[in-house]
């Protein structure tokens, strides 16, 4: 399966699209997962219903891959890193 990478100016502008376009501060999402604290963070930003979708995915990584590698993932991934 390929890898996406992604260099530190297109994470920024991927990250601040996907802020506007969800409403919640990744950058606060980022902090909360590098303290620990992620499954809090996501409990209080999110609906009960995403959250526990989100924490299933996150918890397994086959998951999450199988995710990221969907064409609908890949084409909104290429929308997020447009202006």
Known sequence: MSQMNFNDEQMKKL???????????????KT???????????????????????????SDKSSAEKLLSTPEARELLKKLMKD
Not at 15 to 29: E, F, I, Q, R
């Open 15 to 29: 990250m601040k699209n996907a802020s506007k376009k969800t409403g919640v501060d990744l950058n606060k999402m």
């Open 32 to 58: 909360a997962a590098d303290n620990g604290n992620l499954d809090d963070f996501i409990g209080k930003n999110l609906s009960p219903e995403a959250s526990k979708k989100v924490k299933s995915i996150l």
